[in-house]
């Protein structure tokens, strides 16, 4: 028996209105009059073979002043997926939904750690190094996508608003881990959306608790005394006239979990941009380049004879290291990334 599958769209402080569009689909029509059509579908079923379950997430688009909170309900997964960057596109990965892909973009920052065989097989929507924003409306209608995922402003009214989206049948999604206030606990909180909202709730509770145990073994190898006294750690994200940095966020909370702690953890933001001035006020103990495709030697080399950093203690002791930059915002390779600041910070406890 056939029944028909909608994405109802409702958007907080509106009331919605219910009509019909016979053979074309249905029409959710809101109270300033914007109407929204979806296909018809049979009975749903999960990615995973099972029976598909009503699930409803709500976007936090007040977050980034783009418009008011507001909820969607998926009664079938999604079929075509787009996800900007490769932090976004590795999620898809790594739950095994590249099958519902239909582009993605690698950004800026490449995962230089996490390699997935499905990159080469998803079709790539802009050359490397360009994000999704500089894709024009007709080539992302013309992939016929249900499903986009990307940062706050790739939604915002000079890319893809949502408007834009829900117009052309587009559930937006930007994740809980690009939050300024975001933790891991924001990372396992996407892994369980996308779990419910393509029917895989099994895969990504399996990939949530072996970063959990990931972390958890990081913590036992550091012990306690790490934690009570972490490492003052400047990251070194781009910049010349003064230095984008990460402070709070996810960042943040992955620094720590690796024994340190920004030294511009007081900035109430994920990542800010301080003075040089600034940077060599705070005396960092070691310094954290962030590699975005596989530039980690010209920063280093520009940090070494750059006025203001050559003469930190951190240069001069030689306590320069690395972590991939995609990861380092909250991606499937944020936990690993996290052994890898420790194992580099504190070299003697990870012997043997």
């Given amino acids: 028996m056939k029944k028909k599958a909608l994405i109802v769209i409702t958007i907080m402080a509106m009331v919605f209105v219910f009509s019909g569009c016979g053979k074309d689909g249905n029409t959710v029509t809101g109270s300033k009059g914007d109407s929204y059509t979806v296909e018809d579908g049979n009975v749903a079923v999960g990615t995973d073979g099972g029976e ?8 936090n688009l007040e977050r980034s002043g783009i418009g008011q909170n507001m909820e969607e309900t998926f009664t079938s997964p999604p079929k075509a997926v787009i996800a900007d960057g490769d932090q976004m596109a590795d999620f898809f990965f790594d739950l095994g939904l590249e099958d519902r892909m239909v582009g993605f973009t690698r950004g800026a920052c490449w995962s230089t750690v996490s390699q997935y065989p499905a990159r080469e097989k998803v079709k790539k929507l802009t050359k490397d190094g360009v994000n999704l924003r500089k894709a024009s409306k007709e080539a992302i209608i013309s992939t016929g996508c249900d499903f986009m995922m990307g940062w706050d402003s790739l939604f915002s009214d000079e890319n893809f608003s949502v408007k834009f989206c ?17 933790t891991f606990e924001d990372i396992f909180k996407d892994y369980e959306v996308l779990g419910n909202v393509f029917g895989v709730q099994k895969v990504a509770e399996q990939r949530v608790k072996a970063m959990k145990d990931k972390l958890e073994e990081v913590k036992k190898t550091l012990g306690k005394e790490v934690y009570k006294k972490p490492l003052k750690v400047f990251v070194y994200d781009s910049g010349d006239e003064g230095p984008f ?6 960042p943040g909370d992955m620094i720590k979990r690796a024994g340190g702690i920004s030294v ?5 933001k994920g990542w800010a941009t301080p003075s040089w001035e600034e940077v060599v006020a705070r005396d960092p103990d070691v310094i954290l380049i962030l590699d975005y495709n596989y530039d980690t030697d010209a920063k280093m080399e520009f940090l070494k004879t750059n006025e203001f950093t050559s003469k930190l203690r951190a240069v001069k002791e030689g306590r320069i290291y690395s972590a991939c930059a995609a990861d380092m915002q909250g991606s499937a390779g944020s936990a690993g990334t996290v052994e890898i600041m420790a194992k580099q910070f504190y070299p003697e406890k990870f012997k043997g």
């Fill in 52 to 59: 598909y379950e009503p699930y409803t997430i709500t976007l």
């Fill in 166 to 182: 829900l117009d052309n049948n587009i559930i937006p999604y930007f994740p809980y881990c690009c939050s300024d206030s975001a």
């Fill in 245 to 250: 940095t990460a402070c709070q966020g996810v």
């Fill in 264 to 268: 511009f953890d007081d900035i109430k």
